[in-house]
């Protein structure tokens, strides 16, 4: 894909090289039009080139190696050890998430690879805090990918005997707790962090307080750090799973309730997952978009394809300046390469077809 972007940002540079040499051979005669096509040409080059220059795939990146000056030679093999297995897993579960079939278990591994990329992000920051993660790593992580490689294999054998539909639901039900045991680890490596945190805050508080300065809150009904525990005791309950959490909705200035929303749970930004009978329906779709993008964008074929009238007068307006056919051929290219679950998402149910 990056080579791609990096082909078409060539392209679109020569593309606007061509039209200045027809602006200079044309004189005062279409000057305006041949500059206006140049300078967007140039544009586009140039969001192309940094685009491919930043280009990442759609799955999560960390670095392999980290800096561990900090630590003990020990220590840091060990840190470093742990922080590739960590990787290694991350990897098979996501290999494992893109070719499982069953919708409801590939929704899971999802939430759950969202969660651990939010550790794993955490990890690659704060390289010591990877041993208290330990567990997270050599236990929930490498278990959850096992198991997600096992029900693969289970649905590849194509059988559909008592027992093997028995195993497979097994692992679903183990599986669909995991994204609380995932949390609850990255809770956990926080914690450390959190406690220091309090510490912080109490110190401070009570400078505060020597200095004649008072909490506000405390004026207003609402109930001190300390009362309720420690600052720790209250980040944390937030970060607990929505049926651990008190029954009462916290409520902001103006007294409104917050809406609950779980910790690190992300399942709204996660593409919804294709039901496996529209397989080919959706399929099919993709490569007539795809196809109407490449070959007809330059009138907006595809635009007009899929519902977006407004979009598709805009293309056949501009065609004569070879704008909509480049873009076009991005968005053919960006169709064909999209995964089944997010052009479901974006594009097939939107369209309502």
Known sequence: MRGFLWGMSVLSFLIGCASLD?????????????AGMTAVCMVLSVALGYRAWHYRSGRQRFQAKLPLKELSDDEAELVAESWQKALTDYDRIEKASQ?????????????????????????????QSISAARRFIDTYQDRAASMAEEYHELEKTGLDTD????????????????????????ERVLGEKLLD???????????????????ASAGDGQPEAKEDGSLVKGIID???????????????????KHPRRRAFRVAEELPAVMPQELRSDV????????????????????????????????????????????????EGVRYLFMPMDHFYTEYYRGNGR
């Open 22 to 34: 027809g602006a200079v051979e044309q004189g005062t005669q279409g000057v305006f039009l041949y």
């Open 163 to 186: 027992q093997v539909n028995e195993t497979r639901e097994h692992i679903k039900e183990t599986l669909s707790s995991f994204d609380e045991a995932y949390e609850k680890e990255f």
């Open 197 to 215: 945190m309090d510490a912080e805050l109490s110190v401070l508080q009570k400078t505060m307080e020597a200095d004649g300065i008072h909490n």
């Open 238 to 256: 937030g970060l607990k799973p929505m049926s651990c959490r008190h029954d009462h909705a916290p409520v902001n200035r103006a007294g409104r």
């Open 99 to 127: 070719t499982i079939r069953d919708g409801e278990l590939r929704q899971q591994l999802l939430t759950m690879q969202q969660i651990a990329a939010n550790l794993l992000t955490y990890l690659e920051k704060h390289p």
């Open 283 to 330: 399929l099919k779709e993709k490569l007539i978009m795809s196809a109407l993008a490449i070959f007809g964008g330059a009138i907006g074929a595809h635009k007009f394809y899929q519902g977006k009238t407004k979009w598709g007068i805009l293309y056949l307006l501009f065609w004569w300046t070879a704008i909509p056919g480049i873009v076009g051929i991005c």
